[in-house]
């Protein structure tokens, strides 16, 4: 899959959406990626799964570990890729955990795979838990990346990078114009 096809993908499916959008990390912004748009496609979940297992060039992982609800598509796609097991976190009265029945074997080693990498925060939150449970983070996949500057703390691969703008409230030329902002994501506000 190519930057190209993947990108003409993201926009066919309706993906990429304009406007004025409130982020689960709070920060607004004119753009949004909506990947649940891009995933509806089975076909194409699978390959943009197959896509981040073979772009991952560290240890082959023991399991793939999500954050819900973004990650779980493309998570259990890259799991099926690499041929591992996948279990995903959840937020329980505001804290990341693993529920369900799931828990991690220790020692385990796992990549972290989201949809969207924005903020590193329900990254790092699952990482926590995996910490927490004795397994080990070899790394975090996503399709897009629009951290900018910002890293995370272990080796990150994702399909594609975007400089899409994230500013605060106060900052927001969007807000200063009077345009009521819409909050697409999954996860409350915080």
């Known amino acids: 899959m190519t930057e190209a096809e993947l990108k003409d993908h993201l926009s066919s499916s309706g993906a990429f959406l304009e406007g004025h959008f409130l982020l689960s990390s709070g920060l607004h912004s004119p753009n949004y990626a909506q990947c649940a748009l891009a995933l ?10 197959a896509a981040l297992a073979a772009a991952w060039q560290g240890r082959r992982p023991d399991l793939v570990l999500s954050p819900a609800m973004g990650g779980l598509i493309i998570g259990h796609e890259v799991a099926r890729a690499f041929g591992v097991d996948f ?3 959840e937020r ?4 990341m955990t693993l529920r369900r029945g799931f828990s991690l074997p220790k020692g385990a080693g ?8 924005t903020t590193g925060k329900s990254t790092l939150e699952t990482a926590a838990v995996a910490e927490a449970a004795g397994a080990k983070t070899l790394g975090a996949l996503s399709i897009i990346n629009r951290m900018g500057a910002r890293v995370l703390p272990f080796p990150s691969v994702s399909l594609l990078k975007l400089d899409l703008v994230a500013l605060p409230e106060a900052d927001c030329p969007l807000c200063r114009a009077g345009i009521p902002a819409v909050k697409p994501g999954s996860r409350k506000f915080q």
């Open 92 to 95: 329980e009265n505001g804290v």
């Open 40 to 49: 509806k496609d089975p076909a194409w979940a699978g390959k943009m799964g």
């Open 87 to 89: 279990i995903f976190t």
């Open 110 to 117: 796992l990549v972290i795979v989201e949809d969207v990498f």
